[in-house]
T-cell receptor, first 114, second 114 residues
């Protein structure tokens, strides 16, 4: 079956612009997670959804970052007024249920802020 | 709070030699532990996981890891390195009772010398 997909695979933007990153989880997975992986680092947790609601957004670095999952499937990570420090690979993962012992990761979106 | 420490950001081994990648964790509850591999420009792929039960777990591509509670370790080993093992390896911990977001180490880059 299809895995987690993320679009776009690459996004180049200018400082101060707004960007949206999309994640399509595995069908039927109720939990969805966003991570950010900076160069030379491991992925860092940003936010996770159980269904439509954000169950934990403690990893979002500031109020420029926001994520939604309005129908409990596709999720969009939104970044306002992008900064050069936002450049990273943004990873999405899903699991059947929150608390499941395995997450399935997408290939990521590489964001470059010039 | 959960955290993961991977000793050695770069490890080099000769082809056919033992691979040992170290991982220590901290967790306030019995953890779930994972090793993921990341090939260049690809997503994270699960190598193996420990949740409960047998402390020696076997994964794909001949890798295995042993959960040692007393040492808070989950080191990854492979008896004989292959050129195709060259990649970035990440250890991760999660706590099922907090939504299961993963906390990753900073990664170990494995080089295999022919």
């Amino acid at each position: 079956g299809a895995g987690v997909s993320q679009t776009p695979s690459n996004k180049v933007t200018e400082k101060g612009k707004y960007v949206e990153l999309r994640c399509d989880p595995i069908s039927g997975h109720t939990a969805l997670y966003w991570y950010r992986q900076s160069l030379g680092q491991g992925p860092e947790f940003l936010i996770y959804f159980q269904g439509t609601g954000a169950a934990d957004d403690s990893g979002l670095p500031n109020d420029r970052f926001f994520a939604v999952r309005p129908e409990g499937s596709v999720s969009t990570l939104k970044i306002q007024r992008t900064e050069r420090g936002d450049s990273a690979v943004y990873l999405c993962a899903s699991s059947r249920l929150a608390g499941d012992d395995e997450q399935f990761f997408g290939p990521g979106t590489r964001l470059t802020v010039l | 709070a959960q955290s993961v420490t991977q000793l050695g950001s770069h490890v080099s081994v000769s082809e056919g030699a033992l691979v040992l990648l170290r991982c220590n964790y901290s967790s306030s509850v019995p953890p779930y532990l994972f090793w993921y591999v990341q090939y260049p420009n690809q997503g994270l792929q699960l190598l193996l996981k420990y949740t409960t039960g047998a402390t020696l777990v076997k994964g794909i591509n001949g890798f295995e890891a042993e959960f040692k509670k007393s040492e808070t370790s989950f080191h990854l080993t492979k008896p004989s390195a292959h050129m195709s093992d060259a990649a970035e390896y990440f250890c991760a911990v999660s706590e099922w009772n907090t939504g299961n977001q993963f906390y990753f180490g900073t990664g170990t880059s494995l080089t295999v010398i022919p």
